[in-house]
C-alpha cells in the first residue's frame, strides 16, 4: 500500500518539516542540484519542466528564475501555499498544483520531468507502474525525466534503529525498521519543538535498481544514465542514491 495522504502531510507539515531540514536543503545545495540537472537532462533555452512532489518549490522555483515554463505538483496544501507565495514575491509565473501526482493527467507537453529526494518512496509498486506510465506519457517525444531514490541494497546493510536530529534544543527523532517481505520501511518519528510534541510515523518503499529499471522498461521507458549520487559517482551496491535520467523509447 502507498504511503497515505495523512501520513504525507503529517510528515511534512511545513513548519516543523522546513524547521529541521531548512540548513540541508538552502539555496546552495539548490543550485548545485539544479545545475546538475540541467547538465544530465541537456536542458537549454526556454524548456516545459515539470516537477512531481515537489514540496516547497525550491527546484520549480529556480527553473522558473532561469526563464522556463514551470508546472509544481504536490499532494500537500501546506508546502503548494509557500511554493505560491514565493512564486509571488519573487515575481515569478509558476504553475503549482495541489494535487495526487497519481491522478496528474499531463500529456506530451514536457522536456523535462523531476522525481526528487526519495518522493518515489511513497509508492507502492503498483502505483509506481501507474506513475512510471504517466510521466511517459507527460514527456515529449525526447524529453527526459530524472529520478532520485534511496538505494534499498545499501539501506539494508547500514539502517540506523534510532538517529535524533537536533536543533536550537529542538528535537527530531527517527526510530526506523525495515521490513525485508514488504521491502519498506517504517518511520516512528517524533517532533519535539517548543515544549511540544507531535508524533509523524511514515512508512516508504525501498527500491534497488534492477527493480527501477524493469518497470520503466514495462511502461516503454529506458535508462539512458544511472549514477549512486549528484557528483556522477559509479552506481554500485554500496551507493546510498539512485539517480536515473530516463527517457520514452519512441
Not at 196 to 222: I, Q
Amino acid at each position: 500500500m502507498s504511503t497515505s495522504k495523512k501520513e504525507i502531510n503529517n510528515l511534512h507539515q511545513s513548519d516543523l518539516y522546513l524547521y529541521f531540514y531548512e540548513d540541508a536543503v538552502d539555496e546552495a545545495r539548490t543550485r548545485m542540484e539544479c545545475t546538475y540537472i540541467e547538465k544530465h537532462c541537456g536542458i537549454s533555452g526556454q524548456q516545459r519542466i515539470l516537477d512531481l512532489a515537489c514540496g516547497h518549490g525550491r527546484h520549480s522555483l529556480y527553473f522558473a528564475e532561469k526563464g522556463h515554463r514551470v508546472t509544481g505538483i504536490d499532494i500537500n496544501k501546506s508546502f503548494i501555499g509557500i511554493a505560491r507565495k514565493e512564486a509571488v514575491d519573487r515575481k515569478l509565473d509558476v504553475e503549482f498544483l495541489e494535487q495526487d501526482i497519481l491522478e496528474m493527467d499531463q500529456e506530451n507537453g514536457f522536456d523535462t520531468i523531476l522525481l526528487l529526494f526519495n518522493s518515489l518512496g511513497f509508492f507502492d509498486r503498483s502505483d509506481c507502474q501507474i506513475l512510471f506510465r504517466k510521466i511517459g506519457k507527460a514527456l515529449k517525444p525526447g524529453g527526459k525525466a530524472f529520478i532520485d531514490v534511496k538505494n534499498r541494497d545499501q539501506i539494508v546493510k547500514e539502517i540506523q534503529p534510532a538517529f535524533v536530529t537536533e536543533k536550537n534544543s529542538d528535537l527530531m527523532i527517527d526510530r526506523l525498521t525495515f521490513d525485508p517481505v514488504a521491502g519498506t520501511t517504517t518511520n516512528k518519528r517524533i517532533y519535539f519543538k517548543d515544549g511540544r510534541r507531535f508524533d509523524a510515523p511514515f512508512t516508504m518503499h525501498m527500491y534497488h535498481y534492477t527493480e527501477l529499471a524493469l518497470m520503466a522498461e514495462a511502461c516503454d521507458l529506458k535508462v539512458d544514465k544511472v549514477f549512486g549520487g549528484w557528483r556522477d559517482e559509479e552506481f554500485g551496491s554500496e551507493s546510498r542514491r539512485i539517480v536515473l535520467v530516463i527517457s520514452r523509447k519512441s
